[in-house]
């Protein structure tokens, strides 16, 4: 079956950095889309970064591009989000998502707790 597990996370101050990490299996890695979702208290879980099954082509919202990098090893079937220059607004659940489109996921991992406070 398909799990993610997710990890990572922890508590930063503002202006650190943190790498997440997604190990994923019960799949063919390489041929999907895979996405990092976030969810802070009282919000829509919202899409922040995606890429391609070959790693090729990335994608990020608004909030955090020029922040944030995607990256996946196929070899590990793992992919990661390194997050720079955190914000107090980045304070959220982070998932790790199995997408079947470039819009959308089918499975995500339990999350990982993310928290930017001094």
């Known amino acids: 079956q398909v799990q993610l597990v997710e990890s990572g996370g922890g508590l930063v101050q503002p202006g650190g950095s943190l790498r997440l990490s997604c190990a994923a299996s019960?799949?063919?890695?390489?041929?999907?889309?895979m996405g990092w979702y976030r969810q802070a208290p009282g919000k829509e879980r919202d899409l922040v970064a995606r890429?391609?099954?070959?790693?090729?082509?990335?994608n990020y919202s608004d909030s955090v591009k020029g922040r944030f990098t995607i990256s996946r090893d196929n070899a590990k079937n793992t992919v990661y989000l390194q997050m720079t220059n955190l914000k107090p607004d980045d304070t959220a659940v982070y998932y790790c998502?199995?997408?079947?489109?470039?819009?959308?996921?089918?499975?995500w991992g339990q999350g990982t707790q993310v928290t930017v406070s001094s």
């Open positions: 019960g799949f063919v890695f390489s041929i999907y889309f």
């Open positions: 890429i391609t099954g070959s790693g090729a082509l990335t």
């Open positions: 998502a199995r997408l079947t489109t470039w819009t959308s996921g089918d499975y």
